[in-house]
């Protein structure tokens, strides 16, 4: 008569597990998916909008947004725009920048929910205006909206991660890859079938849809999670009993520490202080150091000197070169952003090294134009893409692997800062690199 205390051999619960961990791998790869496109796309369309206000508005900005290879006055050998593609780049990361840094350190007291909610609108309006505008200065408005959106959801995310298992951070990161892929082939695919690319961005607003869907109704939310309310007013003792049957459930189901779920309870036990913070922020270096100089070296290329590796006997345009450099980059980091489940790389500084080398050898190949083809400089791209891809989730992933409990949430929205702390430096360096080979 004691079978009150006999062990459940159901399968059941092994089967809902499955399913809840492909929900979440799910949720987080669209999540990354929806909140990088806005960022992604913006780009393309400030560029085709602004230049169809440049018969209307002669300012010093039309320049900036015309379209790659079109022809103008400068007299240079490099046959170059007169203002370096960085300078739409700085209008889209800036904000990003700002938020990254000021944002970890009070982000803690807004929900997740409300969070998520303000991405999506942002995004959203990002489209309208930018759709809308009748101004340079308001489409200039709509790519800040992108640039903020992204920047905030990034950092949200991030640190939303550790409330589920550790393999969500690779998710994320293939899905944020795989917004660069989509974003541009979306965009080009849709304005080449006839669509303007006003009409274009309003079509494209189901993506900050899908964003709210993939948060409220796919994701499977741990009921440790601050859903609408601040963490700190959670209740101990749910919390507690929540770890418990997290910790429980994860030794049943993988029998290791690594793919813990829902690790908020022994982390909500009241917030940080400034001294554990910045203790949290000198762990960091190791990761984000090597991640910022990666990034620096990346966009220094992207921005910099890809214009200007152009190869007039080729049988591809300047413009159509400029494409299928940034298409090659995209596809790149979408593929190492996605490599995760194939193999890790701890020593971060790897990437760092060989980056910087395909800067050194690209700067010699626009100084001295001793490349054969472009058939060589495509592999260069793809394989930078590749780098800056492997970068980004090994040092995701092992700061969440080796960052104590308590200070992982802040570690994970924190270390966000580095590569666009190092897209704004190169930003920087590529306007008088620019500047001096287009004056040659």
């Known amino acids: ?18 399913c809840t961990k492909w929900r979440n791998w799910s949720g987080f790869w669209l999540l990354g998916m929806c909140n990088n496109f806005a960022y992604v796309v913006m780009l393309s369309a400030a560029h085709d909008i602004l230049k169809k206000q440049e018969t209307q508005n002669s300012t010093a900005f039309a320049s900036v947004t015309s379209e790659h290879g079109n022809s103008s006055s400068n007299s240079s050998s490099y046959d170059c725009n007169p203002t370096s593609t960085a300078a739409v780049l700085l209008a889209d990361i800036l904000p990003t920048l700002f938020i990254k840094m000021l944002a970890p350190f009070i982000i803690h007291k807004v929900p997740y929910a409300l969070r ?72 080009s695919g849709l304005t080449q079938l006839g669509f303007t690319p006003q009409v274009t961005l309003l079509i494209m607003l189901i993506v900050p849809m899908a964003m709210v869907l993939s948060y409220f109704l796919l994701l499977a939310h741990p009921s440790s999670l601050p859903q609408w309310s601040t963490r700190d007013s959670r209740c101990s003792e749910l919390l507690e009993e929540t770890q418990g049957l997290m910790d429980s459930a994860e030794e049943d189901e993988d029998g290791d520490e690594d793919n813990r779920t829902a690790r908020a309870g022994r982390r909500a036990r009241g917030p940080l202080s400034n001294t554990e913070k910045l203790r949290v922020m000198k762990s960091l270096l190791k990761f984000v150091l090597p991640l910022g100089l990666v990034y620096f070296a990346e966009y220094f290329i992207n921005q910099g000197l890809m214009e200007l590796l152009y190869f007039p006997g080729f049988s591809l345009s300047h413009a159509e070169q400029y494409r299928w450099y940034q298409a090659l980059y995209q596809g790149g980091v979408f593929l190492s952003r996605s490599s995760l489940c194939c193999f890790k790389v701890r020593k971060l500084w790897i990437f760092t090294v060989l980056q910087f080398v395909n800067v050194v050898l690209l700067t010699l190949a626009v100084w001295y134009r001793f490349m054969p083809s472009v058939w060589i400089v495509f592999g260069i791209i793809l394989y930078e893409g590749l780098l800056g891809g492997c970068a980004y989730v090994n040092t995701f992933y092992f700061i969440s692997k080796e960052t104590e409990e308590r200070y992982r949430e802040f570690a994970m929205s924190l270390a966000s800062v580095g590569d666009t702390l190092g897209i704004c430096l190169s930003t920087a360096l590529s306007f008088p690199t620019h500047k001096y080979f287009c004056s040659l």
């Open 116 to 187: 998520v909610l303000c991405c999506a609108l942002a995004a959203a309006a990002s489209f309208l205006v930018v759709s809308f505008s009748s101004t340079v200065w308001m489409s200039f408005f709509g790519v800040v909206l992108a640039s903020i959106g992204a920047g905030l959801g990034e950092l949200s995310f991030l640190a939303l991660t550790v409330y589920f298992s550790r393999d969500v951070v690779g998710a994320w990161s293939s899905g944020t890859g795989g917004a660069g892929v989509a974003g541009a082939f979306l965009y």
């Open 1 to 18: 008569m004691e079978q009150s205390h006999s062990v459940n051999t159901d399968p059941e619960p092994i089967s809902h597990r499955g």
